[in-house]
């Protein structure tokens, strides 16, 4: 759908309402008020959420890498608040997407797979923004609202394919490619910078920002599909970085890793590849990442020339992170719960709040939809779990005992959230979950500000100490060194599911048997003067 940029096509109605009081994080403590007051119908900022696919927290510049080369993304950061530790709710697209924007565990609605997605029922965030008086929209790869959600939730949409492609296909080749040796998601370069879905999301999100039409604030959902497998980004990002100057990555072979580990590389033949592959493939995804940097800068440069920087928020996440050769494996995996797949960046900036804060305290993926509905004065459309990030972005100190929850994984008993067969590149990895389930079953993770603790009821469990051992390369579970605070960390997640799993929908019934009353039959003569005409 393509609707112009007019009022006369925006839909939905005007109304202010006060951020509902659901505030409570992912224990169940309750959150802190906020300390600053609710902004005023008028004052409301614009929102804008940049949303690169599979971006890794330490693949930039701001969040210590030593190579990579992110200028606008180290820019907002020092203009704004980065957010150190940040995880996201589920290591793939849609379940991850889902739960941002319902505040809501996987546990809690069952979002788990690919296609079981957002439904007109269920409160969402967009929804709840243009009740309240916003234009919402969502130009890029969808992955979290059902068809029928859409118009519900949305002013406008788009998905603009790249020049010469298939609507839908943003990785041309991807999904018709053969797979002749080791599955690297290794593809050559693309054209030109200009000539991808990606500039086009930012296209339309530039006539957005440039519009003059000013009674009603906008949000802009941008999720773009850098830098997402295949690895290959257009031509003059593809040669940025050099295999030869990486860092080495985190080695295959690891003791008291899950299966999926050696089951994946076997499967795609990975398990013939040398390290020099592996460092290829990173230097590739590190141009990818590159360019999702730049294309953050054709945005906030649009920003800046507008003037709309000084009424616009825009923060910057992602739906979860990519191994990219860490291990020996690419891309992620529906039972994956590494920190390279949980880690992401976040990073918020609010007009008229002053930058450069860096809050190291743990955070979660869904506390952008409590935040935003707190910058909107926008009601809740229910019971969610994120915490606002206001008050960190203020300058205040967050929570130092708050702990990230991760849910991973799907089970034979829910083949609805099984993804369907496909072609091309990823055409191994829906026929491996398929054939051996135990590799994606359920499982769930907790992470403090030192240690993360996996729980796998199918699998191999794991304990790391990510302060002697960032790269989680030592799996701990079970032994003395740990026992204590694998026990404290199980109690935690334990109570964690008691507290967040199965939130009800506000759909109350009556008790009684409803009256029968049987339908009143026409008598058949009518039916017949019906028939006659």
């Not at 530790?85 to 379940?95: F, G, S, T």
């Not at 939809?369 to 990030?389: D, E, H, N, W």
Request: with cysteine; charged share 20%.
């Amino acid at each position: 759908m393509n609707l112009p940029l007019t009022r006369r096509n925006i839909m939905g109605g005007i109304g202010a309402g006060m951020l509902s009081g659901v505030l409570s994080h992912a224990d169940l403590a309750q959150a802190a008020p906020l300390a600053m007051p609710i902004p005023s119908a008028g004052s409301r900022p614009n929102l804008i959420l940049f949303f690169p696919d599979e971006l890794r927290a330490d693949a930039l510049g701001c969040y210590g890498n030593p190579v990579t080369r992110t200028p606008n993304f180290d820019r907002l950061a020092k203009s704004g608040t980065m957010f150190r530790n940040a995880h996201v709710q589920y290591p793939v697209c849609a379940a991850s997407r889902c739960s941002m924007l319902t505040g809501l565990p996987t546990s809690a609605t069952g979002h788990r797979g690919f296609s079981y997605l957002i439904q007109p029922n269920e409160p969402n965030l967009f929804a709840m923004l243009r009740q309240s008086g916003y234009d919402t929209f969502f130009f890029g790869k969808n992955d979290v609202l059902a068809p029928e959600t859409f118009a519900t939730s949305l002013t406008a949409w788009a998905d603009p394919p790249a020049p010469g492609a298939a609507s839908g296909d943003h990785a041309p080749g991807a999904r018709a490619g053969v797979n002749n040796g080791p599955v690297t998601m290794l593809l050559p370069p693309m054209g030109d910078r200009r000539e991808t879905s990606d500039y086009g999301i930012i296209q339309r999100a530039i006539q957005v920002i440039e519009r003059k039409e000013s009674d009603r604030p906008f949000c802009l959902f941008l999720p773009i599909f850098q830098p997402h497998p295949p690895y290959r980004a257009p031509a003059d990002f593809a040669g940025m970085y050099k295999a030869d100057d990486l860092p080495a990555l985190i080695p295959p072979g690891l003791s008291g890793k899950p299966a999926y580990h050696e089951a994946i590389r076997r499967a795609y033949g990975l398990d013939k590849a040398g390290p020099e592959v592996f460092a290829r493939v990173r230097a590739a995804y590190y141009g990818q990442v590159s360019y999702a940097d730049w294309l953050l800068g054709e945005l906030l440069d649009a920003l800046d020339r507008t003037g709309r920087d000084k009424d616009t928020a825009v923060f910057v996440g992602s739906d979860h992170g990519d191994y990219a050769g860490d291990y020996g494996l690419v891309e992620k995996w529906h039972g994956g719960l590494e920190s390279c797949l949980t880690h992401v960046p976040l990073i918020g900036r609010v007009p008229g709040v002053a930058g450069g804060h860096v809050a190291q305290d743990m955070v979660e993926l869904y506390d952008i939809m409590p935040s935003f509905l707190s910058l909107a004065g926008a009601r809740s459309g229910g019971t969610q779990f994120g915490r606002s990030l206001l008050p960190q972005i203020h300058g205040q100190a967050g929570d130092p005992n708050r702990a990230a929850f991760t849910e991973a994984g799907i089970n034979t008993y829910e083949p609805q959230a099984f993804d369907t067969p496909s072609g091309g590149l990823y055409k191994m990895k829906s026929q491996l979950a398929a054939q051996e389930p135990v590799l994606v079953s359920r499982a769930a993770s907790v992470r403090t500000q030192r240690h993360t603790y996996i729980h796998r009821p199918q699998g191999q469990s794991e304990m790391y100490d990510r302060i002697a051992d960032p790269g989680e390369t030592r799996n701990l579970i079970g032994t003395k060194a740990v026992a204590r605070d694998q026990a404290a960390l199980q109690q935690r997640l334990l109570n964690w599911y008691i507290n967040t799993s199965g939130v009800p929908q506000d759909t109350r019934n009556s008790r009684d048997v409803p009256n029968f009353i049987p339908p009143q039959a026409p008598k058949p003569e009518a039916a017949d003067r019906i028939l006659d005409l």
